[in-house]
């Protein structure tokens, strides 16, 4: 299997970004993305900040219609130097993304307002304050080493019927590096080998959801394209790659040898990599409201 993705996506905006969920997603939202590096032992209270601090704002922009969905993803194979943890939400436009970042900001300054009047209090009654959630977030994990990313899917393909409530899907993302000038070429490759065969899948059930992206601001070159697919288990990446075997192995060796040479040909093979995420929280709403 030949298929290419990202270190972190949703697959919440393909669910959402067209009425009614259709199939085909229509317009192109955007999915921030911070990936995190939380220090060993301190899980359940980036968990407890998670649920705390940034929950809340998420879930009240989710129900403003302002998120489309939003989840907190961990890698499933571990690797030094790789984030432990990742936080998603996706919105229509950039400014969705300002709208969350001024709720954001907002949530914060109440926080260290209120920690601020108990840290005085504590002091009045000549008591020890509670360590403030700045002070907790200090602890928890390396605010320095803290990334975040703007993604863009341009392309994108779900199943008619959302996720089960509770749902908690596994993704597997594909990073390549596409050479300069050759994007159009590298889609069009896509769209005529893998997309049939990822359709395919999605009608089956085998695959939720798929998209093929770019990084809407360019932070890295490490990559320029990604894919990812979102399934309900592990399982499904065995079923995925023998459709792919199968699809290949109907092909004449002729073709095989055009489909491997012409991905070679519009990408840099050492840039390729693979990730496994877990979702831990996964949550998904209505699309925006129409203009």
Sequence with gaps: ????????????????????????????????????????????????????????????????????????????????GNPTHSIWYSVADWAGVQKVQAAMAAQLAKLAEEDKKAADDARKKGGKALKSTAERIQETFDVSKTKDWVFRDVEAFHTNTPPPAGALPYTWFTIDRVHPGKSHEYRELFDKYDKPTLDKLVADGVIWAYGLGVQEVTITNEFTHYF??????????DKINAAFEADRAKRSPEERSVIQQNYRKLTDPAAYRDFILRSIIFKIGGPPPKK
């Design 1 to 80: 299997m030949r298929t290419r993705v990202v270190l972190l996506l949703a697959l919440a905006l393909v669910w959402c970004a067209g009425a009614a969920h259709a199939q085909q997603m229509q317009s192109q939202p955007l999915t921030f993305v911070s990936d995190y590096y939380i220090h060993p032992g301190k899980e359940d209270d980036f968990m407890t900040l998670v649920k705390t601090v940034g929950q809340p704002v998420r879930d009240k922009l989710m129900a403003d219609r302002v998120i489309f969905g939003w989840g907190l993803e961990v890698p499933v194979l571990r690797a030094p």
């Design 228 to 237: 990812w697919a979102s399934v309900p288990d592990m399982a499904a990446f």
